[in-house]
C-alpha cells in the first residue's frame, strides 16, 4: 500500500498525535466533520481498524456519515480497497466501519462495542450524558481513542462540559471555524 500525504488545517494538527478524547468543535463549514471522515478512512487504510461512528439518535444509515466516508474514499481514489455496503463499510486489513444511534442503547447492548479501536461522535452537542458515560468505559481496547466533533450550542451541553469545562489529562480538542477552513 502507498502512502497517502493529506492536508489538515493548522487548528486541527493537535488532533494528529494519540490522545484517548480528541475534540473539534466550532461553526458549520469548518472541516471538523471533513477531517474525522478523512482522519477514519485513512486509519482504515493503514492498519487493521474497527472504527464505529455514532450519533445520539440515528433513526436509519441515512442520518449517519455513512456517505462522507463513502466521498472521502472516493476523494482519496481508494475505491478499490474499500467495499461501502449499505449498512457499514469494509477496508482492508480487515478494517470494518459501522454506524449506531447511541440512544438504542443501553449498558448491555453497548458492550458488542468493546473491542473497537475508534469511536467518532458527530454531531456530539446533541450526545447525552448517559450516552457519554455508556461509551466512554466500553470503547477500552488497549489505545482506543473517543473523537467527538460537535457545534457548540449550549455551555451545559456534556460534550462541552468534558471538554472545555473539565477536560481529562488525556484529552485535547481544537476550536476551528469556517474561516479556518483552507476549502
Known sequence: MSILRVEVPRQLKPLLYPKRYKGAYGGRGSAKSHFFAERTILRSYEKESRIVCIREIQNSIKDSV??????KIAGLNLGSCFDPLETEIRGPHNSLII?????SYNSENIKSL??????????AQTLSQRSLDLLRPTIRKNGSELWFSWNP????????????????????SAMVNWSDNPW
Open 114 to 123: 468493546e473491542a473497537y479501536d475508534i469511536a467518532w461522535v458527530e454531531e
Open 66 to 71: 455513512r456517505q462522507l466516508l463513502a466521498d
Open 153 to 172: 450550542r449550549f455551555k451545559t451541553d456534556p460534550v462541552d462540559m468534558f471538554f472545555r469545562k473539565h477536560p481529562p489529562d488525556n484529552a485535547v
Open 99 to 103: 454506524f449506531k444511534g447511541m440512544h
